[in-house]
């Protein structure tokens, strides 16, 4: 005990996305005596999350918002004194179209994510024929599943609610959340709750119908306290930059991979290949020395370091986490390699207001596998946060990509911006070009949870549980979601602290 109020304990985190920086926080908040490196590959902190200022609009570059239905993004924003910055989707505009033979209809009111909250909305939709409405009625007495085997999303939802609910309203919807092939999605790693509804209801409009009657009343939708999503005012990279702000100077070294770890003692010894000019980031970190670390990337110009530390937090993407570990544990390591990933390109426009016949009165439109369409979705971005974009211009992001069009993820901008622009042109009737555009691709940045994923995380868990004072956090595990990846990081850094310290119980 004594020797270790006098010796900080050295851990290591591998990996600066939103996992890795949750998990240096957290070790820091909990143990500010413990040193705390942090190794991140790239030239700046937060993966994916990148938030771009230009011509007065604020772009997101990957994610744009979090869900608030699950603490841990809320609580973290709170810990950093960032509460004050939240900013809820504009209320005016919360609903969703579809499109459907290659126009906008507005998603039945109440229909939420897999099912409907209100029949009426449903009975009414123009989406659905006749007979895809009264299929979907027949849920009501679909007697449930009993048994707790997994099953892809499309099996879940055609064999609930019927084939046309599926293919016009939850493919386009869940597809585009997850830039995932739907039938192969798990249900049980992803939106378990729908399952949990169909067993303790025997019906998903019944347990709707009772949560809706149930719910408080106090005018607002939720009756939260927030709106279901939420961002930053500055962008989610103010999230990041907040975080690094917090952590001792010379925490976090960018430019940094690790390229192998091996046991040593009780810990480990990890190996990283180091640009010459490596960055230490601190808390005088700001937009322009990303931009100067950026541009000073030079990768023939590598150095290797061995170094040692009691204990590492593997907050990297799973087929880099699995290399990692594969002289480790090979079992391991495959496991962690058969975790597919899919990409998905984010084309960012503005838009004159007056150049766009649609009202855009809404939060976006999805598009359905069965409509062929090139896009994804669209988010009508500056509706949704009208912080966004200047006065009398618009924003829109359109996500292309995704398990349904891989090669479109990774296309050049020259090919891919005429296939988006014509089709949105048709779909929001614009005229005329863009005044800005910027593509941002994020290949195989999306882990796809296949059916069986659940089991599979177990498994890795139970390997990686035998390997001492380590531990997994990222995306590729227990939620793609932001709020998700805090928590995973922070309760990795937790079980560090635990098992680095058995004595002192934090
Ligand atoms: C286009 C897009 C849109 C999204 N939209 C949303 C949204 O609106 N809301 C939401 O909640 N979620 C959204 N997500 C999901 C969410 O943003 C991500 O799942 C999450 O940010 C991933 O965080 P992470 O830390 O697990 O991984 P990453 O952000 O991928 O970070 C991993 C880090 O590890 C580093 N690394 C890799 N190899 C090494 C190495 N050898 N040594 C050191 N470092 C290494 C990488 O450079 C990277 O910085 C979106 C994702 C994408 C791609």
């Not at 109020?5 to 240096?24: F, N, S």
């Not at 990957?62 to 973290?76: H, Q, R």
């Not at 209809?105 to 109440?110: I, K, N």
């Amino acid at each position: 005990m004594g020797q270790q109020e006098h010796q900080p304990r050295r851990i290591a985190v591998i990996g600066g996305g939103i996992a890795g920086l949750a998990a240096a926080h957290r070790l820091v908040e909990l143990d500010p005596h413990c040193s705390v490196t942090l190794l991140e590959a790239g030239p700046r902190p937060g993966g994916v999350l990148s938030t771009m200022h230009e011509d007065g609009f604020q772009v997101e570059q990957s994610a744009d918002n979090f869900i608030t239905t699950v603490p841990w993004g809320l609580n973290l924003c709170r810990r950093l004194g960032l509460e004050d910055q939240l900013v809820q989707t504009n209320p005016a505009y919360r609903r969703t179209f579809v499109v459907r033979r290659g126009r906008m209809h507005l998603l039945p009111d109440g229909f939420l994510m897999m099912a409907p909250t209100r029949l009426w909305p449903l009975a009414l939709t123009g989406i659905l024929s006749p007979l895809g409405k009264i299929r979907a009625g027949v849920e009501y007495f679909i007697p449930p599943r009993r048994d707790e085997a997994d099953e892809s999303m499309a099996a879940f939802v055609r064999r609930r609610l019927g084939r046309e609910v599926f293919d016009r309203l939850v493919e386009p919807l869940v597809g585009a959340v997850y830039a995932a092939d739907v039938e192969k999605l798990s249900v049980l790693a992803t939106l378990p709750r729908f399952r949990e509804m169909e067993r303790d209801h025997g019906s998903l409009i019944r347990a709707m119908r009772r949560q809706m009657k149930n719910r408080p009343r106090t005018g607002r939708e939720s009756g939260a306290r927030y709106s279901m999503f939420v961002t930053l005012r500055d962008g989610l990279s103010s999230l990041v930059e907040r975080i690094v702000s917090r952590l001792p100077a010379d925490t976090v070294q960018v430019n940094t991979a690790a390229t192998r770890i091996e046991r040593h003692g009780d810990g480990w010894r990890v190996w990283t290949e180091e640009n010459d000019e490596c960055r230490m980031m601190n808390d005088e970190w700001t937009a322009s020395a990303v931009k100067a670390s950026e541009s000073s990337v030079h990768p023939s110009s590598f150095i290797l370091h061995p170094s040692s530390f009691d204990a590492l937090i593997l907050a990297t993407p799973s087929p880099v986490t699995a290399k990692l570990l594969q002289p480790i544990d090979a079992t391991l390591a495959a496991r962690l390699a058969s975790i597919d990933h899919s990409g998905t390109a984010i084309v960012s426009l503005g838009y004159e207001s007056d150049r766009i016949g649609h009202p855009l009165d809404g939060m976006g439109v999805v598009a359905p596998a069965v409509e062929r369409s090139p896009i994804l979705a669209c988010s009508f971005s500056s509706r949704k946060y009208p912080h966004r974009a200047p006065e009398g211009k618009e924003l829109l992001r359109v996500f292309v990509g995704g398990a349904r069009r891989p090669e479109l993820a990774e296309m050049d901008d020259d090919r891919l911006l005429p296939l988006v622009l014509d089709e949105l042109s048709q779909l929001l009737h614009i005229r005329g070009e863009p005044c800005f555009c910027r593509v941002a691709h994020w290949p195989a940045t999306m882990p796809q949870y296949h059916v069986g994923h659940k089991e599979l995380v177990a498994e890795i868990e139970a390997h990686a549980a035998a390997l001492p004072n380590l531990q997994l956090a990222g995306n590729a595990y227990h939620g793609v979601g932001i709020p998700d990846c805090i928590h995973g990081g922070e309760s990795a850094a937790e079980r560090i602290l635990e098992s680095c310290s058995p004595l002192k119980k934090l």
